[in-house]
């Protein structure tokens, strides 16, 4: 079989591997100049957080999550499976009481605890929650390695190319353009994220930390040479490129809270992007005849995208459907 990938964010590139993988003669379009310079992967967080997750999201999240940690550092050598830590400020430590009931697999650790799995936190909270089993990446790292598998497989990457304007000769499309694909798919709506990439020198972090607050939420997420990319907003927006002024200064003000020496951090990188979500903000695999789509991804696009390219291949070389991911369409919806 003959497969077309429209797009090579991380959706259509898992999807790519996954085909190839299955014996299909891929090639991947990208109408951008270079890997990830339209993807809204570029903005992404990395983390590997089915429990986490699941204080906001769906069963089928958790579930299908599990998939990426055995996924990613076969396909990224960069994968760091040290766990997730969540914490709240001491005023607010009923906020972890919430969250630990609408999830599980986690270690509450008490203030002992928190300093001996990071010991540049210590002192500063009274207690927190461990998930021991997750994981993270960069994503600016992980779509390279992605490549890399898929140039194994003999898979071509072409860039600055519309495949809509020039479809290309395929028994099969699979279009993975994100937001970009409500020309064919009306019922997707934009989440835009906003984050914040910082250098701060005085600041050692291990894993991601999640800071709850009732009104202001926030991760940070460790990479190298002293980085920290700091996110957390999810605004109903379908505007791309603004960082509003409030949202950085309640990242911002987050990061201080976590620990002061943020609050001398060099500001290396503002960015903002839309996700792609549907009304339950599950992913969905469609096909409408020759026509597959991927999308929906929402916040979860590293987490998902692993089970989303596996169900895609079983759908379209198995016939298998799963009950509110696959649909078969009998026109655009």
């Known amino acids: 079989m003959r497969v077309a ?56 999240v958790v ?28 005023r607010d430590e009923r906020e972890l009481d919430r969250f630990a009931r609408r999830t599980s697999r986690y270690q509450t650790l008490d203030a002992d605890g928190l300093a001996e799995l990071e010991p540049d936190l210590a002192g500063r909270f009274g207690r927190g929650l461990f ?15 992605l490549a890399d598998r898929l140039a194994e497989q003999g898979v071509p990457i072409r860039f600055g190319v519309d495949a809509l304007a020039e479809p290309p000769k395929a028994d099969l499309r699979v279009d993975c353009r994100g937001l970009a694909a409500r020309d064919r798919l009306a019922d997707l709506r934009g989440v835009k994220g906003e984050m914040l990439i910082l250098r701060c020198r005085d600041v050692t ?14 991760y940070i997420v460790p990479r190298p040479d002293n980085l920290f990319m ?32 943020f609050g ?38 590293f987490l998902l995208s692993p089970a989303l390219a596996r169900i895609a291949t079983e759908l379209v070389l198995d016939n298998q459907q799963i009950q509110g991911i696959t649909e078969i369409t009998g026109g655009h919806k």
């Open 5 to 60: 990938v429209i797009g090579a964010g991380v959706a259509g590139l898992t999807a790519a591997l996954a085909f190839a993988r299955r014996g299909c003669e891929v090639r991947v379009y990208e109408r951008g100049p270079s890997l990830g310079a339209t993807s809204c992967s570029r903005y992404a967080g990395g983390m590997l957080a089915p429990w986490c997750e699941r204080e906001s999201a769906e069963p089928q």
């Open 63 to 90: 579930e299908l999550g599990r998939e990426a940690l055995a996924y990613w550092p076969k396909v990224h050598p960069g994968t760091l499976q040290h766990g997730s830590l969540v914490l709240a400020p001491r």
């Open 131 to 145: 998930f021991a089993d997750e994981a993270h990446l960069d994503p600016r790292a992980a779509l390279p390695s």
């Open 205 to 218: 972090l291990n894993r991601p930390v999640r800071l709850l607050h009732p009104r202001f939420p926030l």
């Open 230 to 261: 700091v996110g957390a907003t999810m605004i109903e927006s379908d505007e791309r490129s603004r960082v509003t002024a409030r949202s950085m200064v309640e990242l911002l003000n987050a990061a201080y809270a976590l620990h002061p020496a």
């Open 264 to 301: 001398e951090a060099e500001i290396v990188e503002i960015g903002a992007d839309v996700r792609p979500a549907f009304a339950d903000n599950l992913p969905r695999v469609r096909r409408d005849g020759d026509n597959l789509y991927l999308n929906g991804l929402f916040r979860h696009g």
